[in-house]
C-alpha cells in the first residue's frame, strides 16, 4: 500500500529516428512531498501496474497490423488492424490492454482479439471470427432503442465456453440502467436485463430458443425425474417453457418450444428426461426434453 497519493509518467525513447515512441520505465512522483523516482521495467516496484501509454500500444499494435510482411505488401495479404476502441481490463494483479483486431477492409467482422500486458507488453492473440466490439454495441442498444441507451465499449468473457461480449446500458445522463451480452459468433444473439443475473438468463434464453450449442468445452449433465411445476413464457415472439423436478427443487430448467413437441403436453407428474447445462445459478437451459410417458406408452 502506498504511504502517499503518487503519479506515474513514462520516460520514452524513439526506438527508430524520430519515430516509434516507446516506454522504457516510469517515473513516480509523490503528489505531497515532489519526491521523484526514476524506475526501469526491470527494477518496477510490485505495486505499479501500468507503464506502457494506451495510445503507444494502440499504434503498435496498428503498425505489426500494416506491415506484417513488410512495407511491400500492396495486396494487403494477412493486414490486420485493431479495433475502433479499447479498454483496460485486470485479470489478478496484471493490468491489460483489450482490443479486438479485424482484418483491413472489413469493418463488421472480427478475426481475433489481443490482450498486452501493460507493464512487460507481452501479448496474447486469440483468432476467432465473429462480430467487432461496434457491431456488438450496435446489436445491443438495437435491443433497448426504445430507451434510447448508449452501450459501452464491451469486454470479452468466456461464458458457457463460447465467447461473448459483455457491457454495460447507460442513460443519457450516464447512470447505468441495463446490462447486455451479445454472442461474438452470432451478434443477433442479445440478452439484456435491470440485473447482471437477469440479462444473462434472457442471453441464455435467447441463444437457447436460437438453437445454439451450448456446451462447447463442457460437460453436460443428465437428469431424469417427475415434472412438479411446468409453466410457458413468451419473450420476443418465441416461447420457453421452464420445469421444476421433484428430484432437483433447487433448479429451473429453461427448454425451449423446438426442442420437443411434447414440451406442450407435459404436465406435473410426468416422467420427463433431459439434459442440460449445469449454472451455479440454479437456472439451467436444456439441450434436450423428451417425456418418458410418451416413450413408455410407444413401446
Not at 199 to 223: D, H
Request: include cysteine.
Amino acid at each position: 500500500m502506498r504511504a502517499f497519493p503518487t503519479g506515474l509518467f513514462p520516460p520514452t525513447k524513439n526506438r527508430w529516428l524520430f519515430n516509434l515512441l516507446e516506454a522504457d520505465g516510469v517515473v513516480t512522483v509523490n503528489a505531497t512531498t515532489g519526491e521523484t523516482t526514476h524506475y526501469t521495467i526491470a527494477t518496477l516496484p510490485d505495486w505499479v501496474d501500468r507503464v506502457q501509454p494506451e495510445n503507444f500500444m494502440m499504434q503498435q499494435i496498428q503498425n505489426q497490423g500494416m506491415y506484417v510482411h513488410g512495407i511491400f505488401n500492396f495486396s494487403n495479404q494477412d493486414k490486420f488492424r485493431p479495433s475502433q476502441g479499447d479498454i483496460i481490463i485486470y485479470n489478478g494483479s496484471r493490468c491489460y490492454l483489450f482490443t479486438g483486431l479485424t482484418s483491413v477492409g472489413s469493418d463488421e467482422s472480427a478475426i481475433g482479439f489481443i490482450l498486452v500486458d501493460m507493464v512487460t507488453k507481452e501479448s496474447n492473440i486469440y483468432q476467432m471470427s465473429g462480430a467487432t466490439e461496434m457491431a456488438a454495441q450496435s446489436s445491443a442498444e438495437g435491443k433497448v432503442q426504445q430507451f434510447g441507451y448508449r452501450a459501452s465499449f464491451p469486454m470479452i468473457i468466456n461464458l458457457d465456453g463460447q465467447p461473448t461480449y459483455f457491457m454495460t446500458l447507460k442513460d443519457n445522463a450516464g447512470l447505468i440502467k441495463q446490462y447486455a451480452f451479445v454472442s461474438v459468433s452470432n451478434y443477433t444473439n442479445v440478452g439484456t436485463g435491470e440485473t447482471i443475473d437477469s440479462a444473462l438468463r434472457n442471453f441464455r434464453q435467447v441463444r437457447g430458443n436460437a438453437g445454439v450449442n451450448i456446451t462447447t468445452g463442457q460437460t453436460l449433465s443428465k437428469e431424469e425425474g417427475t415434472v412438479l411445476r411446468i409453466a410457458s413464457e413468451t419473450i420476443d415472439n418465441t416461447v420457453t417453457y421452464k420445469l421444476i423436478l421433484e428430484e432437483k427443487q433447487d433448479y429451473i430448467f429453461t427448454v425451449s418450444y423446438d426442442l420437443s413437441n411434447e414440451l406442450a403436453l407435459t404436465q406435473p407428474g410426468d416422467k420427463v428426461a433431459l439434459e442440460y447445462m449445469d449454472d451455479p445459478s440454479g437456472i439451467c437451459s436444456a439441450s434436450s426434453f423428451g417425456n418418458l410417458e410418451f416413450d413408455q406408452s410407444g413401446q
